[in-house]
């Protein structure tokens, strides 16, 4: 399995993001400029000029014709994927950090950092079919209980009924989408010791999977917020993502950015495990990064994950055969 090495960031990768066909890849990084690829070849399709600031997140509609972005500028952008046009910008007082399309794209959830005197909240916005309509009105706005700790994704549960969110007081809640009343919370004893980094859900909603920086990720039931798995890591966990075909969840981290360069690169863990699902036993790893691992994905087909790092490269790996036939 050798990887393609897709060059074209300054700055460490923050976010990778496949549309629905797995035909393109969307990629975020610190250096303002979302990047399109083709998730064959790795091939650079085109950017997205506008941000002022590091880009965190970003989602594409189900027909991949909207790109939105959050950043670290305060705004959050909805783009033209075909043009590179730029057709709407959220102004926020504080980063946005999360961005997530509901099903059928007329609603976004968007989660905005504390900042000065401001609490981090998570912002419903509704998405106009036509970019002359679009507004900057917030649906509803829900302010995070623990206001000073950053809410690092949150995104749709099943059908738009609700929303999970999850971040630095390592505690997930789930929201009523409606009425923005506050439905479950998981406690101390079952919940992440530490951050909460990522957010991945399952294909079909029912179950999701969290990565914290107490190098763990724990599988979650969507509507019950029950502990299903947790997979034990070794080293803080920066992104997870699920196999869409296989019972394989994957997990990239490694020690903090700052402590990297007092070690090789080959201590510090910067690999992709990738993990049985049910039997929660380590299945293989990926290496390649020189610095931890910020963000995965799946396509959508299963058939091949990239990875982006601290390093600035994105490393598409389109699996062998083999692979698909592990046995543990």
Not at 53 to 67: F, H, I, P, T
Not at 101 to 113: E, P, R, S
Not at 181 to 187: G, H
Not at 229 to 236: A, E, Q, R
Request: net charge negative; charged share 25%.
């Amino acid at each position: 399995m050798r990887p393609i090495l897709m060059k074209g960031h300054e700055r460490p990768l923050t976010f990778l993001r496949y549309n629905r066909d797995g035909d393109m890849l969307f990629s975020c990084a610190k250096d303002h400029t979302p990047t399109l690829w083709y998730a064959d070849n790795g091939e650079r399709h085109g950017t997205y000029r506008g941000h002022n600031g590091a880009v965190w997140c970003c989602d594409v509609s189900r027909d991949s014709s909207r790109l939105i972005t959050g950043s670290a500028d305060q705004t959050a952008k909805l783009w033209d994927v075909k043009t590179g046009t730029q057709l709407f910008s959220f102004k926020f007082s504080s980063p946005a950090r999360s961005v997530d399309f509901a099903v059928g794209d007329k609603l976004a959830v968007i989660t905005t950092d504390p900042f000065m005197e401001r609490t981090s909240a998570i912002h419903v916005k509704r998405i106009a079919e036509d970019p002359q309509d679009q507004d900057g009105d917030s649906v509803l706005v829900l302010e995070n209980p623990e206001g000073r700790k950053r809410i690092n994704r949150a995104v749709w549960g099943p059908l738009n009924q609700t929303i999970v969110s999850g971040g630095e007081d390592a505690v997930l809640r789930i929201w009523d989408a409606e009425t923005g009343k506050l439905l479950k919370e998981t406690d101390k004893e079952v919940g992440h010791k530490q951050t909460i980094t990522s957010l991945c859900k399952s294909a079909d909603d029912s179950h999701f999977l969290t990565g914290s920086l107490d190098k763990t990720a724990k599988l979650w039931d969507m509507r019950t917020l029950t502990l299903i798995k947790t997979y034990t890591s070794g080293v803080p966990v920066n992104a997870v993502s699920m196999s869409p075909l296989l019972d394989h969840v994957v997990i990239g981290g490694g020690q903090d950015a700052s402590a990297v360069t007092t070690t090789d690169h080959r201590a510090g863990n910067f690999e992709a495990k990738f993990y049985d699902k049910i039997l929660q036993e380590e299945i293989g790893g990926v290496k390649g990064h020189f610095g931890p691992i910020n963000a995965l994905a799946f396509n959508p087909d299963g058939r091949s994950f990239s990875s982006g790092g601290e390093d600035g490269y994105v490393r598409l790996h389109h699996f062998d055969s083999d692979y698909f036939s592990i046995k543990i």
